[in-house]
């Protein structure tokens, strides 16, 4: 049934329309506001953290003379006029590379592992009491508050070079966040299974494994495999403290100013992670019936 404001008196249709303009000159006002408070707090942080916009103008031929220089080859050539000299070599950078996914993979293994086993007790639906829960959610915000490559530098310290110190570092920040993602996933789960369970008596881990898991386990699988992304990322620099990895080969690449050597090693991890990016998007496809992404 549609109503049509010529059945209302002109006196009422007037002050219909004046009621609007109204609401949508406050709506406007308000959103006027908001604008120039975040532009007023941006430009409060960016002095605060001194980003100077006539620093980054002077100094930006630098950064564009770098990407220059590390696309030319000792003889002053380009670097895609001679693969071989450019990818010299490309044996040691490839062990290097399937080091970093491997204590990519391991690290992210572990930390899904042990993000599985806590997040039931972070969960404020189905933490069995609120002191676990607490504590829990504490032990995964320090997991992932402290930086990856800060564990790593800890670790190296303790254990020594080499890659376990990065697939401890991995393994580590990967509980705090696959955590508090795994947590907040099953936080939306539908309660109804839950209930059916528990009112034919069920344990709290038969309740957990009959109406939680059948929920949850496509989004701990998506959120998992996402993680391994990240953390293939995270590892391609794990070695600029000795963790293991290319990123040990390129900090001493970047050190030692082998420009050719520094383009090579980046452009074979771009390589690594856009085909990683590709095969977890088609693992997702086939493992929750999406479209394939591309």
């Given at each position: 049934?549609?109503?049509?404001?010529?059945?209302?008196?002109?006196?009422?249709?007037?002050?219909?329309?004046?009621?609007?303009?109204?609401?949508?000159?406050?709506?406007?006002?308000?959103?006027?506001?908001?604008?120039?408070?975040?532009?007023?707090?941006?430009?409060?942080?960016?002095?605060g953290a001194e980003v100077a916009p006539?620093?980054?103008?002077?100094?930006?031929?630098?950064?564009?003379?770098?990407?220059?220089?590390?696309?030319?080859?000792?003889?002053?050539?380009?670097?895609?006029?001679?693969?071989?000299?450019?990818?010299?070599?490309?044996?040691?950078?490839?062990?290097?590379?399937?080091?970093?996914?491997?204590?990519?993979?391991?690290?992210?293994?572990?930390?899904?592992?042990?993000?599985?086993?806590?997040?039931?007790?972070?969960?404020?639906?189905?933490?069995?009491?609120?002191?676990?829960?607490?504590?829990?959610?504490?032990?995964?915000?320090?997991?992932?508050?402290?930086?990856?490559?800060?564990?790593?530098?800890?670790?190296?310290?303790?254990?020594?070079?080499?890659?376990?110190?990065?697939?401890?570092?991995?393994?580590?920040?990967?509980?705090?966040?696959?955590?508090?993602?795994?947590?907040?996933?099953?936080e939306n789960i539908d309660m109804k299974?839950?209930?059916?369970?528990?009112?034919?008596?069920?344990?709290?881990?038969?309740?957990?494994?009959?109406?939680?898991?059948?929920?949850?386990?496509?989004?701990?699988?998506?959120?998992?495999?996402?993680?391994?992304?990240?953390?293939?990322?995270?590892?391609?620099?794990?070695?600029?403290?000795?963790?293991?990895?290319?990123?040990?080969?390129?900090?001493?690449?970047?050190?030692?100013?082998?420009?050719?050597?520094?383009?090579?090693?980046?452009?074979?991890?771009?390589?690594?992670?856009?085909?990683?990016?590709?095969?977890?998007?088609?693992?997702?496809?086939?493992?929750?019936?999406?479209?394939?992404?591309?």
């Amino acid at each position: 049934m549609t109503i049509s404001l010529s059945s209302y008196p002109p006196q009422q249709i007037a002050a219909l329309e004046a009621a609007y303009d109204a609401a949508v000159a406050r709506k406007r006002l308000r959103f006027a506001a908001g604008l120039v408070v975040f532009v007023a707090l941006l430009i409060v942080a960016s002095l605060g953290a001194e980003v100077a916009p006539r620093i980054f103008v002077d100094k930006i031929g630098n950064f564009v003379g770098y990407f220059d220089r590390i696309l030319n080859l000792d003889t002053g050539s380009r670097v895609w006029t001679d693969p071989a000299e450019w990818f010299w070599g490309w044996q040691k950078w490839l062990k290097l590379l399937a080091e970093t996914l491997l204590l990519s993979y391991v690290g992210t293994t572990i930390g899904a592992v042990g993000a599985f086993s806590l997040n039931f007790f972070a969960a404020t639906n189905l933490s069995p009491h609120p002191g676990p829960r607490f504590v829990v959610r504490r032990v995964m915000e320090f997991c992932r508050t402290v930086p990856s490559i800060v564990f790593a530098l800890i670790f190296v310290i303790a254990f020594g070079l080499g890659p376990m110190a990065g697939v401890l570092a991995i393994a580590i920040h990967s509980i705090g966040a696959l955590g508090k993602l795994y947590s907040e996933q099953a936080e939306n789960i539908d309660m109804k299974p839950l209930e059916g369970v528990r009112s034919t008596g069920a344990s709290w881990m038969s309740s957990i494994r009959f109406a939680v898991l059948p929920q949850v386990m496509p989004g701990f699988a998506s959120y998992t495999l996402l993680r391994f992304e990240i953390n293939v990322r995270e590892a391609s620099v794990m070695g600029f403290v000795g963790a293991g990895g290319i990123g040990q080969e390129l900090v001493g690449a970047v050190r030692k100013f082998f420009y050719s050597d520094v383009s090579a090693i980046l452009l074979m991890i771009i390589v690594t992670v856009f085909i990683i990016d590709i095969l977890t998007g088609w693992l997702r496809g086939r493992l929750f019936g999406v479209e394939q992404r591309t």
